[in-house]
């Protein structure tokens, strides 16, 4: 009998999944972090093949019954990236005399879209430290749109959120801008009650800056301002996302997913962001993913 597997490769975290030649999951299971733009390549190699190693164990297989491998992880939207880790992989199989006769790496959001829309149109907005968003038509084009990273993009992402939070907050020590929950926040969280201590924090102590978002969030909950127009900011550039989204797509409904704990858990941000999708954008449904990102990774498994 042969077997496809299907990896969704987190940055703290990885979920695997080996299905029946039919994409029929078999088993799941859990690994350690796979995002080889964070760890170490090697570390990471080894990570995929565990977690391999593990569904083969579990069904009491052979590596050999194993027909094809997808993994879906952060950076490999970049070719060169991709092919870089197929390359350890398999230099690692053959390393070890294991054949895999296709292994195949890309973006964790491409993964995310076939799971979502599992051979159907759909958009994946996906609004986590960074944000991005995906479209798949009915022709199966794929459209990307944001993912450029901090510096120089992921509107709408914790980062942003949070950037701007802070920099709110740099204004309240300085008596340059208007005083802000966020502060109080800052100083309970981080203990940082000074302009000093924000700016050791940051560029001394390698401060993560994404992790403040949650707090401009729950100011925002309680009515502060300067955290509500933050928000509102950022909900506007998502929004600008999907219209644009919409408009590559040309489908008459457009059906989105939200992914990532910003938006698709209830908060303050999230309930703003639906709020303007429903009153802002016409034939947009939002809708919840048909599946999860591993079973995504299954059925372009079971294409290669």
């Known amino acids: 009998m042969e077997y496809i597997i299907g990896i969704d490769g987190g940055g703290t975290a990885s979920t695997c999944a080996i299905a029946d ?9 859990k690994g350690g972090p796979t995002n080889f733009l964070r760890f170490n390549i090697d570390e990471v190699t080894l990570a995929i093949f565990r977690l391999i190693e593990k569904c083969k164990d579990h069904l009491k297989i052979n590596f050999s019954d194993i027909v094809s491998v997808v993994i879906g992880t952060a950076g490999a939207g970049a070719k060169e990236n991709a092919l870089m880790l197929e390359k350890k992989l398999a230099v690692l199989l053959r390393e070890k005399n294991i054949q895999i006769s296709k ?17 159907k149109p759909g958009s994946i907005l996906i609004a986590g430290t960074g944000s991005i968003i995906f479209g798949k038509n009915q022709d199966g084009e794929i459209f990307r749109l944001g993912g450029y ?17 802070l920099n709110a907050v740099s204004k309240d020590f300085d008596g340059r801008g208007e005083k802000t929950l966020i502060t109080k926040l800052v100083k309970e969280k981080y203990g940082i009650d000074s302009r000093e201590k924000l700016i050791n924090e940051i560029y001394t102590n390698n401060f993560d800056i994404a992790s403040a978002a949650p707090l401009v969030i729950e100011a925002a909950a309680q009515g502060d301002q300067t955290a509500v127009r933050i928000l509102d900011e950022e909900t506007d550039e998502l929004i600008n996302n ?3 989204m919409f408009e590559l797509m040309n489908e008459n409904v457009m059906r989105i997913s939200f992914i990532g704990t910003l938006i698709s858990n209830k908060n303050f941000y999230s309930d703003l962001l ?3 999708v429903k009153s802002e954008v016409k034939n947009v449904e939002i809708v919840e993913p048909e599946n ?13």
């Open 103 to 119: 292994i195949k790496v890309v973006s964790d959001a491409l993964i995310a879209l076939e799971g979502s829309f599992p051979g």
């Open 274 to 276: 639906n709020s303007k």
């Open 242 to 244: 999907i219209k644009k």
């Open 21 to 29: 030649i039919t994409g029929k999951i078999l088993f799941t299971c």
């Open 149 to 165: 990273g901090n510096k120089i993009g992921d509107e709408g992402g914790a980062y942003s959120i949070a950037r701007k939070g």
């Open 292 to 304: 999860p990102p591993e079973a995504g990774a299954v059925l372009l498994a079971k294409k290669i």
